[in-house]
Structures are given as structure tokens and as C-alpha cells.
């Protein structure tokens, strides 16, 4: 089995059955390059909020992690 098909591939759960991988995705959210209304208008717990609804039952947010360049969801 090559690395990708264990990062990806199934794995083996109890009683025989298969549970697929768990898997991460990184949003980065650039805190300067757009206007400042932006900013203003729209705010991080609003976007994550709606990021949920979208998800619905295919995964979950764990949190953020806020920087001066950047934020990482």
C-alpha cells in the first residue's frame, strides 16, 4: 500500500466494517489585502457560521487560530 493510500484509504473498524479516514481542510483568511469595509462588515463567527450550515453533516469546525498576517480556520 503506497502513503497515499493510507493517508486517504479506508480503515478497518470493529466487527469487520469500514470507516473512511479522517481528514482535516485549512481555510487561511488573508486580514489585510481587502478593504477595509470588509473588515467591517462581515466577521469571523458570522463566516463560520455559515461555514456550518454549508458542512451540515460532512464535517465540523475545531476552531481558529488568528495571527497579525492571517487566520487559519
Known amino acids: 500500500m503506497n502513503w497515499l493510500s493510507r ?4 480503515q478497518a473498524a470493529s466487527g469487520g466494517n469500514y470507516i473512511p479516514a479522517q481528514q482535516a481542510l485549512f481555510i ?3 486580514s489585510h489585502s481587502l478593504p477595509a469595509a470588509i473588515y467591517e462588515e462581515y466577521s469571523l463567527s458570522g463566516f463560520e457560521s455559515q461555514l456550518e ?3 451540515g453533516d ?4 475545531d476552531g481558529y487560530a488568528r495571527g497579525e ?5
Request: charged residues 25%; hydrophobic residues 60%; without cysteine.
Open 58 to 61: 460532512l464535517g465540523e469546525i
Open 69 to 73: 498576517a492571517d487566520t487559519i480556520i
Open 7 to 10: 493517508i486517504i484509504g479506508k
Open 28 to 30: 487561511r483568511l488573508d
Open 53 to 55: 450550515v454549508a458542512l
